[in-house]
């Protein structure tokens, strides 16, 4: 079946770094790809999407990466903050157009 | 604060019981997502709805149901509950039908059956 897996729990950065977050999806008929971030208890937060015919979107310190050859997702955190201490989730959007999540990345953000 | 609103925060109710759970969207906003949360399965699409209409549908099981109103607000019906129903239910909005738009997360409600 299909599955959305991202390669490591918990990231730890140091504020001021770059972060990567990977992800890793196994449906190549997925078309459109988004970006979350979830604080301890909030709800999930939008961070950037992708659609499938792009390589690259860029936002605001965010940029997001996506090669497609090897069904690779990555989201880059430019200068990291402690406020960009959260769990990042990606999503695929599956052929049937259903979001399918991966577990997610816990982001340690240290001094 | 995202401006997308959910009632009730908590709920605790025993297995076997009906609960519905509700969502204001930001105003302007016509659709509706349902998610639930999980600590084994993670962040999980229910349903969307856009302007009243069903729109997309994941994972929702069957004894779970939502509509969307005329006044854009939606409901989300769990019946028969489960232990493994327990999760936090979140409902998120945005302003048109969903692909490449912002989607806008409530805080969720805590679902708790005992």
């Known amino acids: 079946g299909e599955s959305v897996g991202l390669h490591l729990p918990t990231l730890s950065v140091q504020e001021g770094d770059n972060s990567i977050i990977n992800c890793a999806y196994s449906?190549?008929?997925?078309?459109?790809f988004i970006w979350y971030k979830q604080e301890s208890g909030k709800g999930p937060q939008f961070i950037i999407d992708?659609?499938?015919?792009?390589d690259k979107r860029q936002g605001q310190r965010v940029t997001v990466l996506l090669n497609k050859t090897v069904k690779h997702l990555s989201l880059q955190i430019a200068a990291t903050q402690p406020g960009d201490s959260a769990v990042y989730f990606c999503?695929?959007?599956?052929?049937?157009?259903?979001?399918?999540f991966g577990a997610g990345t816990q982001v340690v953000v240290t001094p | 604060d995202s401006g997308v609103t959910q009632t009730p925060k908590h709920l605790i109710t025993a297995t076997g019981q009906r609960v519905t759970l509700r969502c204001s969207p930001r105003?302007?906003?016509?659709?509706v997502y349902w998610y639930q949360q999980s600590l084994d399965q993670g962040l999980q699409f229910l349903i969307q709805?856009?302007?009243?209409?069903?729109?997309a549908k994941g994972n929702i099981l069957e004894r779970f149901s939502a509509q969307q109103f005329p006044d854009l607000h939606s409901e989300l019906n769990l019946s028969s509950l489960e232990l493994g129903d327990s999760a936090l239910y979140f409902c998120?909005?945005?302003?048109?039908?969903?692909?490449?738009?912002?989607?806008?997360f409530g805080p969720g409600t805590r679902l708790l059956v005992l």
């Open positions: 449906n190549s008929a997925s078309d459109y």
């Open positions: 992708i659609r499938s015919n792009m």
């Open positions: 105003s302007g906003d016509l659709s």
């Open positions: 999503a695929a959007r599956d052929s049937w157009g259903k979001l399918q």
């Open positions: 709805y856009y302007n009243g209409e069903e729109r």
């Open positions: 998120a909005s945005s302003v048109g039908g969903g692909e490449g738009e912002t989607q806008y």
